[in-house]
């Protein structure tokens, strides 16, 4: 069975070489019991363990079943001595953390054999070395001699040919030491090679060889395949139960890292998608007329402007005269002090018309929108904003009371819905009215800026032409304004949000850098700290890459777990703040969630709110009263009156329903041939 020829093994100690084994030839048949024995020092544990093939001797060869062992790789070696060897060792080497049934499986476990197959031979094995009654119990709770006879169990249990004891009464005290070598005897007794060192001369002596048949079933030893995925991830979560401080703190530390980074992108993301929420709602066809013309090439367009000419209502209807443009609204807005009552309050008061409500898509919570009225025409009426009418009226009605916002007095005729801050306006905290009693208020002709909505995407660059031409013309010839495309603003804010998101959560992926540096270290004092574990496992017949996959195996638990807790706990405060705010707060890799369509979202539309839950926010604002007719005057198109909403096509009167074009789309004759330069209407939003 066993057969060593000139097996050498030395070891270089500071500068000396020291020798453990000198040309030593040995021979084992099977069924043999052999007793080493020698002082401290003479080479015992190193020819168990070049039995055991846990070393490789320096020369000589060693067969073990007739197979040449010497030139094995590792992998090989694992596989013998998991099938063929069992060790029982003077310190039991025993894992804490399991069980005395779980101690003695794990050979089985490492080698892949089915659980009820492990459970089934590991309950034989223990009820026949009487410990049936202490399977559940952990080796703290076991006496000495019991803890060696657990030990013994698990090098039996996967039936090997050839069984190593090394100093296996070592611990014990005499009556249970005697108790362990009555076991290995009866075990060899019965057909078990054993090799057993010792300094017991006493029970050295009663070692001989003894030719016996093997007990029943000895060779049907069963050697499994690969690790099983449950057993392993068995091992992961009882590695991790065995340390609960250490892996509470590293779980602690990588929640915090994940949580910091999501939550900070979080922010950046949400508010990058609200101010691009803002900016759709306006639609894609709008342009914004601002005083101030800004003669450095580059960087962002701006909003406000001081120019030293102003922006004129007669400016406003040139622009409205132009056949490429839709509908305008003209802007003038300021601070002043608003009472109702007892109650007073300074807010900001905008004055504009009707069309102002659509471009802008405000909604009302109650009331109407402002009249439509003719150009340069005041009528004495106000629409507050939600948190404005709290603040003047508290629980009261609001509706057709009256308030004086400076030394006018004005009726209120709606208010509107709740709304947050909407390109530097916060109209939950505004008083809109018309734009005469505005100029009158602040006695101040200038327009603050014109919002002009077109009739295309394919419009754009003329009316950008004939509005620079109309306005050039109403001032002399000089541009002393800025015409600000908004996508050329939504493309600038969305460039600064992305970057600063980027920047929010390159702070934050510090403190995930440091968890995993604290992760690593952690884990290599881990591995520091387990080396007897490391190598009971080998003894068993763990493989190098196995032994390895079992603590990266739980590094990679512990820092998953860790993650998903943070990630957890951070879209958690982010729903929360979501509910709260009515933000959209969203983690960066959440986006695909928005590009989906909303229900009743138009072809082509982003929404700026997740379709599950909110209508398209853009879509529901451009659903505005679209014009009846195209060629109106300036003066209609700044004050006539909104006509009814478009009603669905009747097939019955020769429309049909137009899935490319809305469900409102109904198709009329063709019109006249064009004369040359004219533009035809667009009759559909």
């Not at 003669?295 to 622009?319: F, N, W």
């Amino acid at each position: 069975m066993i057969r060593l020829q000139g097996v050498t093994r030395g070891f270089v100690s500071g500068e000396q070489r020291v020798v453990g084994l000198a040309a030593l030839d040995l021979q084992i048949a099977a069924g043999d019991y052999l007793a080493v024995v020698g002082p401290s020092g003479s080479g015992k544990s190193t020819l168990l363990n070049i039995l055991g093939l846990l070393d490789v001797p320096d020369a000589g060869e060693y067969w073990l079943n007739n197979e040449a062992t010497a030139a094995l790789d590792e992998r090989r070696r694992a596989e013998l001595r998991r099938r063929h060897i069992g060790f029982v060792f003077q310190a039991y080497h025993l894992i804490p953390r399991l069980n005395v049934l779980e101690n003695i499986e794990l050979p089985m476990l490492l080698a892949g054999i089915d659980p009820a197959e492990r459970r089934r031979r590991s309950r034989e094995l223990a009820e026949r070395l009487g410990l049936g009654q202490r399977l559940g119990h952990r080796p703290a709770e076991l006496s000495g001699g019991q803890r060696q006879r657990v030990a013994i169990a698990r090098a039996m249990v996967m039936r090997p040919a050839l069984l190593l004891a090394d100093e296996a009464t070592g611990n014990l005290d005499s009556q249970a030491g005697g108790e362990v070598f009555a076991l290995l005897e009866a075990l060899n007794a019965e057909g078990q090679t054993l090799v057993v060192v010792t300094h017991d001369l006493q029970h050295a002596a009663r070692a001989a060889p003894v030719v016996a048949a093997r007990r029943p079933g000895a060779a049907a030893a069963t050697a499994g395949g690969l690790m099983r995925a449950a057993d392993l991830c068995a091992l992961w979560l009882g590695g991790l139960r065995g340390h609960r401080s250490r892996s509470a703190m590293l779980l602690l530390a990588i929640a915090i890292g994940v949580f910091a980074v999501v939550l900070l992108s979080g922010l950046g993301e949400g508010a990058r998608r609200f101010v691009i929420g803002e900016f759709d709602q306006l639609g894609r066809h709008l342009l914004i007329v601002v005083p101030g013309r800004n003669q450095t090439t580059g960087g962002m367009p701006p909003v406000t402007g001081l120019a030293p000419r102003e922006l004129t209502l007669g400016d406003a209807l040139a622009i409205a005269r132009l056949p490429q443009v839709r509908r305008v609204a003209p802007q003038q807005s300021g601070r002043a002090e608003v009472r109702a009552g007892n109650r007073h309050r300074e807010t900001l008061i905008v004055g504009t018309d009707h069309h102002f409500f659509v471009m802008r898509g405000l909604q009302l919570a109650q009331g109407q929108p402002l009249p439509a009225l003719a150009a340069g025409q005041g009528e004495a009426v106000g629409v507050i904003g939600a948190r404005l009418r709290r603040e003047l009226f508290g629980d009261g009605p609001a509706l057709g009371q009256w308030l004086r916002a400076g030394d006018r007095r004005l009726r209120v005729i709606g208010v509107l819905a709740e709304r947050g801050e909407s390109l530097g306006m916060d109209f939950s905290d505004s008083l809109l009215i018309p734009l005469a009693n505005a100029q009158a208020l602040f006695d101040r002709e200038g327009l603050l800026r014109i919002f002009v909505e077109l009739r295309g995407a394919s419009y754009l660059a003329s009316a950008q032409r004939e509005i620079r031409a109309s306005l050039s013309r109403r001032h002399q010839g000089k541009e002393d304004f800025t015409l600000v495309g908004q996508d050329a603003l939504r493309g600038t804010f969305e460039q600064i949000l992305a970057r600063l998101t980027q920047a929010l959560g390159g702070i934050a992926a510090i403190s995930l850098l440091v968890a995993g540096i604290l992760v690593m270290n952690v884990t290599w004092i881990s591995v520091n700290q387990r080396t007897a574990e490391i190598g009971l496992l080998k003894a068993l017949g763990a493989s190098a890459g196995q032994v390895r996959l079992v603590f990266l195996g739980e590094a990679l638990l512990l820092a998953l777990v860790g993650a998903l807790a943070g990630l957890l706990l951070a879209e958690l405060l982010l729903w929360g703040a979501r509910l709260a705010t009515a933000l959209p707060l969203h983690a960066p890799w959440s986006a695909w969630a928005w590009r989906w369509p909303a229900p009743h979202c138009s072809p082509g539309c982003r929404p700026t709110a997740p379709p599950a839950w909110r209508r398209c926010r853009r879509c529901t604002a451009r659903r505005g009263p679209a014009d009846a007719t195209a060629r109106r005057s300036a003066p209609e198109r700044l004050g006539a009156a909104q006509p009814a909403p478009a009603q669905p096509a009747d097939p019955a009167r020769g429309g049909h329903r137009h899935r490319r074009h809305g469900p409102a789309h109904r198709h009329r004759r063709r019109p006249a041939r064009l004369r040359a330069g004219q533009l035809r209407p667009v009759r559909h939003a």
